[in-house]
């Protein structure tokens, strides 16, 4: 099958076909249109040409997602928003497709939303780093210094770091006069 040479996006049907069977691999549960991965698939061909035509013409939107209320560890609700298949397996071509070209513009120390990083590897480079004595950013409220961060679990980690396990952080990047003393749990 050939393509046309007159779509204004260059994506490959394999490609397409690639970001389907990741969907397939991750299964999930049917968006707002309530079509599964097996409704999807009994019309599979179709349904993959839909996507790859719109995409690779540019008339590809995003459906509504389906809002679904799952229960929090500590108590309460947060909604989940779940997509349709068919844009499960769209955002997953455009994730495929950009990933090899944004990703070496990303700083090394970048980890949010990063392919094979993960919080935990973000938290590991600034606990290395507060140990060199890098003034590391962590969050808009805060800076590591000789000490790590505000979070309880970051006072244990950095505490023994300080005689009285008393720290000193600013509260705000602009004005390291303005800190706040505080004592590790």
Excluded at 67 to 93: H, M, S, W, Y
Aim: net charge positive; charged share 25%; hydrophobic share 35%.
């Amino acid at each position: 099958m050939s393509e046309p040479q007159d779509k204004p996006f260059a994506i490959s049907k394999r490609l397409v076909w690639e970001a389907y069977e990741r969907v397939k691999a991750d299964k999930g549960a049917a968006g707002v249109d309530r079509q599964s991965l097996e409704d999807f698939e009994a019309d599979l061909r179709n349904n993959l040409y839909k996507i790859w035509n719109r995409m690779s013409s540019g008339t590809c939107f995003p459906p509504p997602v389906m809002a679904v209320e799952i229960p929090k560890a500590g108590g309460g609700t947060r909604v989940l928003g779940v997509p349709t298949v068919a844009d499960r397996v769209a955002q997953t071509v455009a994730a495929l497709a950009l990933e090899p070209r944004t990703e070496s513009i990303f700083h090394d120390g970048s980890y949010g939303y990063r392919p094979r990083r993960s919080a935990l590897d973000a938290v590991a480079t600034c606990r290395q780093r507060c140990w060199k004595g890098w003034p590391t950013p962590l969050s808009s409220s805060g800076w590591c210094r000789s000490d790590c961060s505000t979070t309880s679990s970051s006072r244990r980690v950095c505490a023994s770091r300080t005689p009285s396990g008393v720290a000193a952080i600013p509260r705000d990047a602009s004005s390291a006069a303005t800190s706040v003393a505080w004592r590790p749990d």
